[in-house]
């Protein structure tokens, strides 16, 4: 075993005593199984608590927008009768500029109360800032790790921008280079220190998010009588995805489509030194995406409390240079400037309202903030340096770190529907590696991971030859 | 020479590529694991000496002298001609008209 692995062995005893005795391991039962509900009401917040401690720290209540402008152009290209309605909720008013502020306030306040002198994350950037950010308000120290560079010492501009922001907000940085070992050096810090481990994957860190979708649900009720029926979210490491659609929940929209976004990376190795810099997206991408929606707890946690398979009913994939477009679109007919990746979702709302009947009202619900490396301009200037090439026309034809396309009108945006199936077989498979026989209480769990009301979770058991003992 | 209370980046190699983790791509695992880190000097020095700091949030740590000051780089970039007049397009193509 190398030093690395042997060290991850300390990670239980370092996390319990970094997360404020939190046990995960009481949830656990059977072979396979958690009790999840449990898991997330063990912290003891409401939502309306959650909500009175985000306010504190300049977190929550962002605006929504309906993008009037955006939404007549809709209706022109679509056929008669249809183009959805889509309105924005405006994260980049958050303190740190983004819907990662939700995500850290609670777990700042809770290393606040209990005692802790300072919080560590691990982060591609802004939920480093975010973290930063609510330290700073809390009096509390702050160390933020992140992976910036490649082996040359060269950080791609939006990393760049990000590792700034953390450090803006008097925050010690530490600035790595690519790899997995992110989450050794984080480790090794937290047991160095005795911080409280604010990772983004805590209950704290989904209970956070929930305001976001119990605000949007309250919202459109509010103005529109209903709920949304469909939600676009950015989807990552998945506490977007989870905390979104458990605030809907909250907020009696049971029935709004929650469906994931990814901007599609598919080809490119994320632990990879070269490829590391031919990635124009640092976030919100699939190299998230589809490995944390498979094995969400592949994290630095014991069990994630970010669960995507729970909530999403769909997942759709859309190329760099529509994303790239659609930011540059929305600031020029929207008025509004926001980061490239906090509209990855917005890129994909854009051809599915075209599908949808003109009364659908479709959220977007996040946006990020802009700045001196996080635009399309940085990060296609900085793409052409690394070799790749940009051009106009069919953004199908867009292959991660090779060539990103540009489409030419708002008719050529599109999305790629990743098939939910074939990621819900690969978590099952991943779940049961091993495992020939379950128990009927471990069954319910198992679809409940996978949002599974029919019997897509029996016919996998059966398929493969697994037994549900009673 | 580098004066004690200077704001400097420092360099620190946190694994050599033997003690890496396993499972790593070829280009990356035949590299060490490094760190950037930035605080204030403690003692006067040159650059590449092998140095302590002292970190905006008061912890010590020691590296390699890289620079003083290092200032940030990125940019805007240039304007993307593939970019730059998506909404003069857009405007005249749908949003040009009495109704509006």
């Not at chain 2, 912890?59 to 240039?78: A, D, E, Q, T």
Request: aromatic share 8%; charged share 30%; net charge neutral.
């Amino acid at each position: 075993m190398g030093k690395v692995e042997e060290f991850m062995r300390k990670s239980p005893e370092i996390m319990k005593k970094c997360l404020g005795g939190l046990d995960y391991e009481k949830f656990r039962f059977g072979k396979i199984g958690f009790h999840y509900e449990e898991l997330m009401s063990s912290i003891g917040y409401s939502i309306e608590d959650v909500g009175k401690i985000l306010k504190e720290t300049k977190v929550g209540n962002t605006p929504m927008y309906e993008l009037k402008n955006l939404n007549r152009v809709i209706k022109k290209i679509s056929r008669k009768g249809y183009g959805a309605k889509i309105l924005l909720k405006d994260e980049a008013a958050n303190a740190s500029g983004s819907f990662k502020s939700r995500r850290a306030a609670l777990s700042v306040y809770e290393a606040k109360k209990k005692g802790y002198e300072g919080v560590i994350a691990e982060t591609s950037g802004n939920y480093g800032a975010a973290v930063a950010s609510q330290a700073a308000q809390r009096n509390l120290k702050c160390i933020i790790v992140q992976e910036v560079f490649d082996s040359k010492g060269i950080g791609q501009p939006e990393i760049l921008e990000k590792g700034r922001k953390c450090e803006a907000y008097g925050a010690e940085v530490w600035q790595l280079t690519v790899g997995p070992e992110l989450f050794y050096w984080a480790l090794v810090l937290l047991d160095e220190t005795g911080y409280f481990n604010a990772s983004l994957y805590t209950p704290y860190g989904i209970k956070g998010i929930e305001t976001l979708g119990y605000e949007i649900g309250i919202e459109v009720k509010e103005k529109y009588g209903r709920c949304p029926d469909y939600v676009l979210v950015t989807h990552a490491g998945g506490g977007n995805v989870t905390g979104t659609a458990r605030g809907l929940i909250e907020a009696g929209c049971e029935d709004t489509k929650v469906i994931g976004v990814s901007v599609d990376l598919r080809g490119l190795h994320m632990a990879s030194d070269h490829d590391f810099n031919r990635k124009s997206f640092t976030t919100g991408h699939t190299g998230f995406g589809v490995p944390f929606a498979i094995n969400p707890d592949r994290v630095d946690v014991p069990i994630n409390a970010a669960r995507p398979l729970r909530y999403m009913d769909g997942y759709l994939l859309v190329s760099q240079g529509e994303v790239f477009y659609t930011t540059i679109l929305l600031a020029q007919i929207e008025g509004i400037e926001r980061g490239p990746a906090g509209n990855t979702s917005l890129s994909a709302a854009i051809p599915f309202a075209r599908e949808l009947p003109e009364d659908k009202i479709i959220v977007v619900q996040e946006t990020e903030y802009t700045g001196a490396g996080k635009h399309p301009f940085a990060q296609l200037t900085f793409a052409e340096k690394m070799g790749i090439e940009v051009s106009i026309g069919n953004p199908r034809d867009n292959i991660p770190g090779k060539k990103i396309v540009i489409p030419e009108d708002v008719k050529e945006l599109g999305f790629e529907e990743y098939p939910m199936e074939d990621i819900k077989r690969s978590y099952l498979k991943h779940r049961l590696k091993g495992i020939d026989e379950i128990s009927s209480k471990e069954l319910k769990f198992l679809k409940e991971e996978v949002k599974d009301k029919e019997d897509f979770v029996e016919k996998f058991l059966f398929e493969k030859g697994v037994k549900i003992n009673a | 020479m580098v004066r004690k209370g200077d704001y400097v980046e420092i360099k620190l190699v946190l694994l050599e590529p033997e003690e890496r983790a396993e499972h790593l791509p070829d280009d990356t695992k035949n590299l060490p694991f490094e760190a950037k880190v930035r605080g204030y000097l403690l003692h006067d020095a040159n650059i590449g000496d092998t140095v302590e700091i002292e970190t905006p949030i008061g912890r010590k740590v020691k590296g390699i002298l890289l620079s003083v000051s290092p200032p940030y780089r990125h940019n805007f970039g240039k304007p993307i001609r593939e970019l730059i007049d998506i909404g003069k397009k857009i405007r005249e193509r749908y949003l040009e008209d009495k109704d509006g």
